[in-house]
C-alpha cells in the first residue's frame, strides 16, 4: 500500500495534463469549426429548417375560336410537392407516404433515386390532382412528414369525345427522363408543357412563368409567416382561326368514320375547321395518363393519335385530276385532246382500267366532261402527253410533295414522284409506264388532305397559293418566330380562260350529270372533284377472297369549294375505306351549307342601317352582279334580298364539355361587313332543277347523258355570283 506521505509520479502528472489540454485543444476546435470556419454553411441549415421554398404554378392560358368562344380553359386542383430541402431522410418515410398517397413504394423509391442528381431546392411533384382523403392525409401529417406539401394547381380543360383533339394536343409533366433531351433542357421537373397540337406549337406563349413563396415554418412544419411572394405570370390567350360552328358541323359530317376534314379560307390561308378520327381524349393526358392507357393508345390500328389532316399520306385519286388538268390546259394541251372512252385505254402493252369499265363508256370526252364525269381514260392520255416532269412541275407548284406550312407539329410533306425523285430514293429510272398511273392519282404520289385543300383552292382563286394556319399572327410579340411568314402568298400564273374551263367544269360535279348528284346544294354555288382511290393494286386484289378484299376498300376524297370561282372556303374529305368519292361530296357539303347559313343568319349592323321595323324578322337590302356571255359582256342583273334578324339561333358559347363563362356575341358588337348582301335569301327562288339522280355503286358513277353544250366566256374577267346568293339564269 501507499502511504500517505507518497506521492504521484511527475510523469503520470504530466500525462494527465496533457490529456486534458488535448480535450480543450479538441473542444476550442470545435467551437472554431461551428462559429467561423463553416458559419454560413450551418446558418444556411438553420435557415432551411424555419423557412419552405413552395412554387406557385402559372396557369397556361386559355385557347379561344376566332370569334372568342373558349375551346380550352383551366380548373383548380391539388398537386402534392416533396420538399427535398427539409434534411428529412426521404427514404425512410416512403413507405407511409406511399400508403397515404397509394403509390406503390418500389415506384416512389426509384424516383427518389432518379432525383438524387437534381438539386434539392427543386421540388418533387409526388402526385396530381389528389383526391379529398389524400388531401386529409397529408394535413394530418404535417408534423410527422414536413416535407410534404400541396399547391394549387391549374389544369387543362379539354372538350369531350376528342372535340378538336389533333388541333388542339395535349400538356404534360416535364419528366426526369425528357431532362436530358435538348429541347427541355431549359425546364425543371414537374414543368408543364405542350406535347401535341397548338399546345406544342405555341407553347411559348400558352406557358405562363412560375412564381414562388418563401413562408416560415415552426418546429411542426405549420406555416406562420410570409418571407417573400413572387407572382406567376399566367400565360397569354391564344385566338385561333377555328370557327366554332364550323368545327361542330365538319365533326358531325365524318359522324365518327375514319378519315379527316379541313376547311381552310384560301384568301389568307385561316383554317376554319379540322377533324381527324379516330381520336383521343386530351383531358387523359391533362393530369398524369398511365401506361396501359398509352400503350392502347399506340397499338390501336386505327392510329388515334394520328392527326390524318396532315400526317396521313395517302394516294388522292381522282382529286389529283384537277391538277392534271391546270397543267395540261396551261401546257396548251387538254384544250384540243379529245378521245373516246371504251373503258379504258391500252398503254404501251397494258390495259388501263377506266372506273366505268363495265358498266358502260364516256363515249366522246373532252376535258370539261373528264372532269366531271372524272374519266380515267382521258386523263391516261393526258399524262402520257404530259410526262411525268411537267406533271411534277404543275404539283410541285401548287404545293404537293412539300410541306404546307401550317402551324401544327410533325406534318409531313407527302410524295410527288419524278425522274430525280426515282434516282435519288431508289437509284433506278423513270419508265414512261409509270406516268400513266399518276395522272388519276394513283402509283407513287400520296398526299395529305391539307395539301389537296391548299392545292385546289389556289387553282380555283386565280393561282393564288397561300400558307394555311389555325392561328392569327397579330397576337405574336414582335420577331416571333413562328409567325414570319403566315402572310405570304405564291401567285401561280394561270390563263383566265384555262381557270374559267376548270372552274366550271368542277361546278357540274355536283349537278344531275357529274358523279356526286347527291351533293348538290340548291341556292348555292357548289363545285368540286370527287375521288376514290385504291389502297391495294387490282392484281393483288384479285388473288384474294371476299372476306380480305373487305380489309382493303378504297379511299373516298372530295374537293369542294362555294363559289366556283375565287371561293371563300374549300373543304377536303377523305373517308378512309369511304369507297366511293360521292359519299365524301356529302360530308363536304354538309360543311359548305353550315358556312353558307352562318353567313346568312349572321346578325350584322345593315340590319338596323335598313331602318327594319321594330319587331321585324326581315331586313332589306339590294344586290348587283354581272351575268353577261359572249354576246352580252356588259349584261348585269339587280335583285331584293331579305335577311332575317330574328336572331332565333342560339350561338355556340364555348366548344363541347368546357362549360366557358364567354357570353355570346351581342349583334352590335359585331363588325359591319358586306356578307348581308353576299349571302342573302332572294324574295323569290327560280323554278327548281330536277332532282340528282342516284349514283352508282361503282368507285364515281355511270356515265350519265352528256352535258348541253358550253358557250365561250367573254375573254374579260367575270364577277361570279357570290356563293350563297341565287342567281336567275345562271348558266353553270
Not at 166 to 195: A, K
Not at 712 to 730: E, G, L, S, Y
Amino acid at each position: 500500500m501507499f502511504g500517505r506521505d507518497e506521492k504521484v509520479s511527475q510523469l503520470r502528472l504530466t500525462a494527465v495534463q496533457y490529456l486534458l489540454l488535448g480535450v480543450f485543444l479538441v473542444l476550442a476546435f470545435g467551437l472554431w469549426r461551428l462559429q467561423v470556419a463553416r458559419s454560413d454553411y450551418y446558418s444556411s441549415l438553420a435557415e432551411q429548417n424555419r423557412i419552405k421554398q413552395v412554387p406557385i404554378l402559372a396557369p397556361r392560358g386559355k385557347i379561344l375560336d376566332r370569334e372568342g368562344r373558349i375551346i380550352v380553359d383551366n380548373y383548380p386542383s391539388f398537386s402534392v410537392l416533396l420538399l427535398r430541402d427539409q434534411n428529412r431522410n426521404l427514404q425512410a418515410d416512403a413507405d407511409k407516404i406511399a400508403a397515404g398517397l397509394h403509390i406503390p413504394p418500389d415506384e416512389l423509391r426509384a424516383r427518389l433515386k432518379r432525383m438524387a442528381a437534381v438539386p434539392g431546392y427543386q421540388p418533387l411533384f409526388l402526385k396530381d390532382d389528389i383526391t379529398p382523403d389524400e388531401l386529409a392525409f397529408i394535413e394530418s401529417h404535417k408534423a410527422e412528414l414536413p416535407e410534404l406539401d400541396t399547391i394549387t394547381v391549374h389544369r387543362r380543360l379539354y372538350p369531350r369525345n376528342g372535340f378538336m383533339a389533333h388541333i388542339i394536343g395535349y400538356v404534360g409533366q416535364v419528366s426526369e427522363d425528357m431532362l436530358t433531351q435538348p429541347q427541355w433542357e431549359l425546364y425543371n421537373p414537374g414543368d408543364i408543357v405542350g406535347m401535341s397540337g397548338v399546345e406544342q406549337y405555341y407553347n411559348d406563349i400558352l406557358m405562363g412563368k412560375n412564381g414562388s413563396r418563401q413562408v416560415l415554418v415552426n418546429s411542426r412544419g405549420k406555416e406562420v409567416g410570409t418571407l417573400s411572394d413572387v407572382a406567376a405570370v399566367p400565360g397569354k390567350q391564344l385566338k385561333l382561326t377555328i370557327d366554332l360552328d364550323m368545327q361542330i358541323a365538319a365533326e358531325e359530317a365524318l359522324e365518327g368514320r375514319p378519315g379527316a376534314i379541313v376547311a381552310m379560307d384560301p384568301r389568307n390561308g385561316e383554317i376554319l375547321a379540322m377533324v381527324s378520327r379516330p381520336a383521343f381524349d386530351p383531358n387523359e393526358f391533362a393530369v398524369r395518363i398511365t401506361r396501359d392507357e398509352w400503350n392502347k393508345l399506340v397499338t390501336d390500328p386505327g392510329k388515334p393519335l394520328l392527326n390524318k389532316a396532315i400526317q396521313a399520306q395517302l394516294a388522292p385519286g381522282s382529286v389529283f385530276k384537277v391538277i392534271m388538268a391546270t397543267a395540261g390546259l396551261q401546257e396548251g394541251i387538254a384544250q384540243n385532246l379529245v378521245i373516246t372512252c371504251g373503258g379504258g385505254k391500252t398503254f404501251y402493252g397494258r390495259f388501263f382500267k377506266c372506273w366505268i369499265g363495265g358498266h358502260g363508256s364516256h363515249g366522246t370526252v373532252g376535258i370539261s366532261k373528264a372532269i366531271f364525269q372524272s374519266c380515267d381514260s382521258y386523263f391516261y392520255t393526258l399524262a402520257e402527253k404530259l410526262g411525268i416532269s411537267r406533271i411534277a412541275k404543275y404539283a410541285t407548284m401548287l404545293g404537293l410533295g412539300q410541306k404546307s406550312g401550317i402551324d401544327l407539329p410533325q406534318e409531313v410533306s407527302g410524295v410527288m414522284p419524278s425522274e430525280e425523285w426515282k434516282i435519288k430514293n431508289f437509284k433506278q429510272k423513270w419508265y414512261a409506264g409509270e406516268t400513266i398511273s399518276v395522272g388519276i392519282g394513283q402509283g407513287a404520289v400520296a398526299t395529305t388532305p391539307i395539301q389537296i385543300a391548299r392545292a385546289v383552292g389556289a387553282v380555283t382563286s386565280d393561282g393564288v397559293l397561300v400558307r394555311p394556319h389555325v392561328a392569327f399572327p397579330d397576337q405574336f410579340p414582335p420577331g416571333f418566330k413562328q409567325a414570319a411568314s403566315y402572310n405570304d402568298q405564291v401567285k401561280i400564273p394561270l390563263d383566265q380562260e384555262n381557270w374559267m374551263t376548270i372552274t366550271d367544269a368542277l361546278a357540274l360535279v355536283v349537278s344531275p350529270v357529274g358523279t356526286a348528284p347527291s351533293a348538290r346544294l340548291p341556292g348555292i354555288d357548289f363545285a368540286g372533284k370527287t375521288g376514290s382511290a385504291q389502297t391495294i393494286s387490282n392484281q393483288l386484289k384479285a388473288k384474294m377472297g371476299s372476306s380480305e378484299k373487305s380489309k382493303f376498300k378504297d379511299n373516298g376524297w372530295f374537293v369542294g369549294v362555294t363559289p366556283r370561282r375565287n371561293p371563300e372556303i374549300v373543304v377536303t374529305v377523305l373517308l378512309e375505306e369511304g369507297e366511293h368519292g360521292y359519299y365524301a361530296a356529302r360530308a363536304a357539303a354538309q360543311v359548305i351549307k353550315a358556312y353558307v347559313e352562318k353567313q346568312r343568319n349572321r346578325q350584322t349592323q345593315v340590319a338596323k342601317a335598313s331602318g327594319a321595323a321594330s319587331g321585324s324578322k326581315q331586313a332589306e337590302v339590294a344586290a348587283v352582279w354581272h351575268e353577261g356571255g359572249a354576246k352580252t359582256p356588259d349584261k348585269m342583273q339587280a335583285g331584293r334580298f331579305t335577311v332575317p334578324v330574328d336572331g332565333k339561333t342560339k350561338p355556340v358559347t364555348s366548344a363541347p364539355g368546357v362549360g366557358g363563362t364567354g357570353k355570346p356575341i351581342r349583334p352590335a358588337d359585331l363588325e359591319t361587313t358586306e356578307s348581308h348582301v353576299e349571302m342573302a335569301h332572294p324574295e323569290t327562288e327560280p323554278p327548281a332543277e330536277s332532282q340528282p339522280t342516284t349514283p352508282a355503286t361503282n368507285p364515281e358513277q355511270q356515265a350519265p347523258p352528256a352535258p348541253p353544250p358550253r358557250t365561250k366566256k367573254p375573254a374579260a374577267q367575270p364577277t361570279i355570283a357570290p356563293a350563297a346568293a341565287v342567281v336567275p339564269r345562271r348558266q353553270p
